[in-house]
């Protein structure tokens, strides 16, 4: 059974950091592109990063410069550094990893999701 887990979360101050990591069971992913979305309170779930197998990334603009996705194909594990949070980065954060090897901005087009971890944000 595929399980996605994960971990990193919790309380920061604006302008802090926090790693978020998310450890994959069941099967590997090597080959599929993996992604990180968020949920703010009241909102919609939102498109943060993505990776491809080869490494090649892509982000959101409300992110690009602050946001780093990273993966370990060794470990099954994928990773989001966060720098220079802010209060509207508050939102629990899914990992996800996409049916195809390619990058998509879709939700619709991930196929297994993490549990998510709370990311909160203070002024």
């Known amino acids: 059974q595929v399980q996605l887990v994960e971990s990193g979360g919790g309380l920061v101050q604006a302008g802090g950091s926090l790693r978020l990591s998310c450890a994959a069971t069941?099967?590997?992913?090597?080959?599929?592109?993996m992604g990180w979305f968020r949920r703010a309170p009241g909102k919609e779930r939102e498109f943060v990063a993505a990776i491809k197998w080869t490494g090649a990334t892509s982000y959101a603009d409300s992110v690009k410069g602050r946001f780093t996705i990273s993966r370990d194909n060794a470990k099954n594990t994928l990773y989001l550094q966060m720098n220079s949070l802010t209060p509207e980065d508050t939102a629990v954060y899914y990992c996800?990893?996409?049916?195809?090897?390619?990058?998509?901005?879709?939700?619709?087009?991930?196929?297994?999701w993490g549990q998510g971890t709370q990311v909160t944000v203070s002024s």
């Open positions: 069941g099967r590997t992913f090597s080959n599929n592109a």
């Open positions: 996800a990893v996409a049916v195809y090897s390619s990058i998509s901005y879709r939700a619709n087009n991930y196929n297994y």
